[in-house]
């Protein structure tokens, strides 16, 4: 390669980044990072209800054993059999408390995607990032179709989060970028 073909090409590559930072900001679109302080927090609230319900039918099998109203193999049994009900409701406590803590997250993905969006779209004015890059990527051309389209409450939250890191992901790994895809991009956003 040439040194006068090098700069184009990555002039190219950081006009492309500039304009991608320009409309969406990386981090707040990282949705696996963002959610990731959380998972333990979640985790933790399953083990204990899993460990309190067991802990109670455990005291109460041991309260019944030492008073002889259990005998040694029904309370054998009964210490068994509790810690299947125990960790199915660990395990539910446990979505429900991560479902409970991403929820925040995702609404503040939906209100600035919702605010980027608009009536008239910005994503999908990217259109030829995804055709050089990512051609057969369907989950991505569905959000640039609804983006398109103004239907800015049907893409999946999850699917655009994923489709902006896609991008960035694609420039930054992008050796070389056709000088044309920066005009083709700048017609899209003039023409609508």
């Known amino acids: 390669m040439s040194k006068s073909s090098n700069p184009t090409a990555r ?40 460990s ?7 005291a109460g099998a041991i309260y019944g054993w030492m008073h002889q109203f259990l005998d040694n193999n029904t309370f054998n049994k009964l210490t068994w059999i509790t810690m299947v009900p125990s960790t199915v409701l660990g395990v539910l406590a446990w ?4 479902s409970r803590m991403e929820y925040p997250i995702r609404m503040d993905i939906r209100e600035r995607m919702t605010l980027i969006e608009g009536k008239k779209g910005v994503i999908w004015r ?9 051609p057969t990527d369907l989950a991505a051309k569905k959000v640039l179709v609804s983006a398109q389209r103004g239907e800015v409450d ?9 489709t902006v890191e896609k991008m ?14 920066v005009a083709e991009i700048d017609e899209l956003f003039t023409s609508a």
């Open 11 to 50: 002039g190219t590559k950081r006009e492309i980044l500039r304009r991608l930072e320009r409309h969406f900001e990386r981090t707040q679109f990282d949705y696996p990072t963002r959610v990731k302080p959380q998972r333990p927090k979640a985790i933790l609230v399953g083990v204990a209800v899993a």
């Open 52 to 58: 309190v319900l067991y802990g109670l039918t455990y």
């Open 95 to 98: 979505q429900i408390a991560k």
């Open 126 to 134: 990217f259109q030829p990032l995804l055709d050089a890059f990512g």
């Open 154 to 162: 049907k893409i999946d939250i999850d699917d655009y989060a994923l």
């Open 168 to 181: 960035y992901a694609w420039v930054d790994a992008a050796q070389k970028i056709p000088p044309t895809l």
